[in-house]
């Protein structure tokens, strides 16, 4: 199975939502990432065929999705970010609802229905209502939806949102085994969610491609530049002045800083006096490395 997204740009006046976006995706997770307001929105649009774009070309195994019309949609398992779900519906009656949809026969449509709802654990509820539902078993069900029709792409947005840790990790693991032998791509503003399972993450900024690489890759593009600094509340102010900063821990004896140096930054100039320590990069210093200003903007707010 290849997607293959060739230079596509949409515009709303005189914003670009997409500007010449190219990307070629195969069987497993990507993981889409980018401030709001860079795009990943309307290029997940695009793909749904929920709008067209202005120029530019998407094709599933080298036939122009144009070409295939609706039957295109029966490739697509979608999950979005904002719920459409009926509240007075049961969670089985919804999902044969929309097994209905995508037109499957009542045998397969009651074995799909019970598979998805194991999957992310509500086969017990399944005769509840769905208003009576809390916000994570809500997240869970929308997900399961994506999944009827059996789908070869699956477009989750924010697919962990309300989850606790112990679901999210089982919603991860579930993503990971249906990646298998199926595109996958996940929007989420959560990095940690797609870190340990994407094969690839794909950067997107004002509607432009930045990164789209393996998360090892992404994370040695950063090779000797996060460090941790263990440091007391009166250096606090210093440091946040000097550094760019990615997170701080207070510890019962010290401040533990982890930092970023600016490439105009050296380790033995500018961490000169500190007690410090090299580390691995994560994804999420990748992530607060490229979208810098826009964090800055969010901190002003």
């Given at each position: 199975m290849e997607l293959k997204i060739n230079g596509i740009c949409k515009t709303y006046g005189m914003i670009k939502g997409l500007d010449k976006f190219s990307a070629t995706l195969t069987d497993g997770v990507y993981g889409l990432l980018g401030p709001n307001g860079a795009g990943k929105t309307t290029l997940i649009r695009i793909i749904t065929d929920s709008i067209s774009c202005d120029s530019g070309e998407i094709s599933l195994n080298g036939v122009d999705i144009k070409d295939l019309g609706l039957s295109f949609r029966s490739y697509l398992g979608y999950m979005p970010q904002q719920d459409g779900i009926y509240p007075s519906f049961t969670a089985a009656q919804y999902l044969s609802y929309i097994g209905a949809l995508k037109a499957l026969r009542r045998e397969e449509m009651n074995r799909q229905v019970e598979?998805?709802?194991?999957?992310?654990?509500?086969l017990e509820v399944s005769d509840r209502r769905i208003g009576t539902f809390s916000g994570g078993m809500k997240q869970r069900l929308m997900l399961a939806q994506a999944l009827i029709g059996d789908p070869k792409i699956i477009i989750l947005d924010e697919p962990t949102a309300g989850l606790d840790p112990k679901e999210?990790?089982?919603?991860?693991?579930?993503?990971?085994?249906?990646?298998l032998n199926r595109i996958v791509i996940i929007a989420t503003h959560v990095v940690s969610d797609v870190e340990y399972i994407a094969k690839e993450i794909i950067l997107i900024k004002k509607g432009r491609l930045i990164y789209h690489d393996t998360p090892d890759r992404l994370c040695k593009s950063l090779e000797n530049r996060v460090f941790e600094i263990k440091t007391y509340e009166e250096n606090l102010e210093k440091i946040l002045s000097r550094f760019e900063v990615c997170n701080i821990q207070k510890t019962t004896e010290s401040i533990i800083v982890r930092i970023l140096l600016k490439e105009n930054q050296s380790e033995k100039k500018d961490l000169y006096g500190y007690d410090y320590r090299m580390i691995r990069a994560t994804v999420e210093d990748v992530y607060l490395s490229v979208f810098d200003e826009e964090r800055e903007k969010e901190l002003i707010k």
């Open positions: 598979y998805v709802l194991k999957a992310v654990n509500l999210r990790i089982r919603i991860r693991n579930l993503i990971s085994g249906y990646a």
